[in-house]
């Protein structure tokens, strides 16, 4: 048995909502093993990153923190890299900071609690490394969920989409599917304890497959809607290719499943998207959008984009800003291209200059701010349910979320004072490019 002070874990997470909840599970799986978890690396016996390879700037947290914390080693100290870049670089990890004890990427994470006896044990170097031929999902009774009131679920884990500049399909292994009971089980399991948001994750929620043949993803989705005590339902991310208008059809059909659907688009240019591999036109994006638009519900749309993928020429970055006019997001996050290890389009001369990618995701922003500037004002005058988040103590202004996923400040009547996670209607009286404020109705 190790020496108690060993059994404490310091984990720090980067990237996307994927890995925000696997590391709830890890650090659940951890403590039913005995760990406690600490919040500073000095007290921690174990320290773990939780990594993200998405772009090179992302992957190269992980080492910085690293070479900030080699010292401890010799405290007896020992660390761990999860997740994509562990799965990507594999063993190489070992050579460049040789005081990691232990590699495992996200389709092994089941295998945690044997690594972890191996360290416990003395063994200097553990690897739990994917070979894109898992079937297993990483399910577990102990998920240390951080928010009370709303929480993820994954649905469905890898990608087998191979976009050309993605590393994904590398880091997280071939996709695989839930059943929809054991997703339906644990949603139930969410409600019992009080939760009323539920947000179903996978790299492609369109993909899904249930192993069962019970359910498609439109299905689980109002499956979900429909348990009691949920009152909100999210799903990211869409991928175009696979969202089928069902899924308008459920979102339509049932309140509790958020106006909000998350669908990259990537470029606005055929072009450029046949060259990222994204398997469908601007057209076929933009039927999709008609669909959405068409709703009785008004649903907020949301996107990515990626600037200065090799070969984007200024006619592709126009599209790219006229789709922004034609389409009016909610919202969108830029980026700027960066090519990753094994990815198809490593293969293309990342040609555009680092600064012409900036200018595109300069222009591709202000355009952007000036659609949700003028777009927002529709909210004006109306009053939208939101779930509480917290309090502002500065402004005086409590914070919540509308189903659209907008922010919304808003003052209370005097002596009121909302609880988090509980949901109130909110009168909007201002309107700005990233948020919502207003006055709570009562
Ligand atoms: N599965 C999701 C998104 C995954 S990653 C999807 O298919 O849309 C989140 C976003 O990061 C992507 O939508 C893309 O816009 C961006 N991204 C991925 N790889 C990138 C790269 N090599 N360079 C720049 N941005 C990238
Ligand atoms: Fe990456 Fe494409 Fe898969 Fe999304 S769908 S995770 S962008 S490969
Ligand atoms: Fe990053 Fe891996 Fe998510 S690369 S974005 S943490 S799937």
């Known amino acids: 048995m190790a020496p108690d002070s060993q059994k404490t874990f310091y984990l720090e997470t980067f990237g996307c909502q994927m890995n925000v909840h696997d590391s709830e599970k890890v650090i659940g799986t951890l403590m039913s093993e005995g760990y406690r978890q600490v919040s500073t690396v000095e007290e921690a016996g174990l320290i773990l990153y939780n990594t993200c390879s998405i772009r090179d700037k992302a992957e190269q947290k992980v080492f910085h923190r690293l070479a900030d914390y080699k010292k401890l080693q010799k405290q007896g100290k020992k660390f761990g890299v999860l997740g994509c870049v562990a799965q990507q670089e594999g063993d190489k990890i070992f050579e460049r900071a040789p005081h990691v004890s232990m590699v495992c990427g996200s389709a092994s994470y089941r295998n945690l609690s044997a690594m972890l006896v191996q360290i416990e044990a003395g063994k200097q170097r553990v690897t739990g490394l994917d070979d894109r ?29 191979f976009c050309a500049y993605c590393v994904v399909p590398f880091t997280r292994g071939k996709e695989r599917s839930r059943t929809s009971d054991s997703v339906l089980s644990e949603s139930r399991q969410m409600a019992d304890l009080g939760y009323s948001e539920v947000q179903l994750l996978g790299q492609n929620v369109n993909s899904y497959k249930d192993p069962a043949g019970k359910k498609s993803f439109a299905e689980l989705l109002a499956a979900v809607g429909e348990i009691p005590g949920i009152r909100r339902v999210r799903f990211t991310t869409s991928h175009p290719r696979d969202f089928g ?9 049932l309140s509790t499943l958020c106006n909000h659907v998350h669908l990259p688009v990537q470029s606005g240019s055929t072009r450029v998207l046949d060259a990222m591999q994204r398997l469908y036109t601007r057209d076929q994006y933009m039927e999709r959008i008609t669909w959405m638009k068409a709703a009785r519900r008004e649903i907020s749309i ?18 790219t800003l006229s789709l922004l006019d034609e389409v009016e997001y909610d919202s969108i996050f830029g980026f700027k291209y960066s090519p990753r290890p094994n990815t198809p389009s490593l293969k293309l001369e990342d040609a555009i200059p680092d600064e012409e990618k900036a200018r595109r995701l300069t222009v591709l922003q202000e355009r952007q701010r000036e659609i949700q500037k003028r777009r927002n004002q529709r909210h004006l005058g109306q009053v939208v349910e939101v779930m509480v988040e917290g309090k502002n103590e500065a402004r005086g202004q409590w914070i919540g979320r509308t189903s659209q996923n907008k922010t919304m400040n808003f003052k209370t009547p005097e002596g009121i004072f909302p609880s988090t996670g509980s949901y109130v209607s909110i009168m909007a009286t201002v309107c700005l490019p990233n948020s919502l404020a207003g006055e709570m109705v009562i």
Not at 135 to 158: Q, V
Not at 246 to 251: G, L, P, Q, S, Y
Not at 302 to 319: A, C, L
């Open 302 to 319: 949301t996107s990515d984009i990626i600037v200065g993928f090799p070969g984007e020429t200024e006619d592709d970055f126009q599209e």
């Open 245 to 253: 208008r069902d899924i308008v059809e459920a979102i339509d059909s």
């Open 133 to 161: 031929e898992t079937d297993e999902c990483f399910e577990t009774e102990f998920t240390a969920r951080t928010n009370p009131h709303r929480g993820y679920i994954t649905i469905i884990e890898g990608c087998d989409k």
